[in-house]
């Protein structure tokens, strides 16, 4: 087999069309963190639980330990510019409060689709990223379209066909 290259891979896995998230949190130092990942997946209804995963070279690694609390902001398709804004790699992210508030801890973002609350159950080291199981506490939405990343650009989702009878559990609920 070829070996892949990082730029290779990378391109690959932006071949997968993802929605986009600003996770926030507060540092050890009780200070607020945010950064844009894209890499957010659902894992568990029951218990509720979903993972991301964050890079191990990230500033914020010490952050996101065992019962540390995170919030995901799904951003809204009108938030590119905050998605670029908390992808910047640097200490203050938080600098103006247009778009955030910081109590009741962690920071929430404004204007995001939803918001979901959660607590570190697990983390797994695996290659340069380090997984993050985040069990939910809570959850909020809010109103629009989703941003969707692809390719490097962000964009819009263009709805085609609905899948609501082939999706396991949509006749309880899950739409
Ligand atoms: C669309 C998009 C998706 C991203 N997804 C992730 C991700 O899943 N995990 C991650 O660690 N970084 C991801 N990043 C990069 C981080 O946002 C970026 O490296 C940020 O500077 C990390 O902040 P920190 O070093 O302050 O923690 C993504 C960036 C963009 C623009």
Known sequence: MTELSARTL?????????????VTAVDTQGAPIGLTVNSLTSVSLDPPLLLWCLASTSQNRTAFTPAARFDIHILNDDQAQLAMHFARRAREKFETD???????????IHGALA?????????HEAGDHVIIVGAIESAERG???????HASKF?????????????????????
């Open 115 to 123: 918001r979901i609350s959660c607590r570190v159950q697990a983390t």
């Open 155 to 175: 964009g819009r989702f263009t709805a085609k066909v609905a899948a609501p009878d082939i999706l396991p559990g949509s006749s309880d609920g899950w739409l």
């Open 10 to 22: 990378r391109e690959l896995f932006g071949l997968f069309a993802t929605g986009v998230v600003v």
């Open 143 to 149: 109103a629009g379209e989703p941003l969707v990343f």
């Open 98 to 108: 247009a778009h955030w508030r910081s109590e009741p801890s962690p920071p929430r």
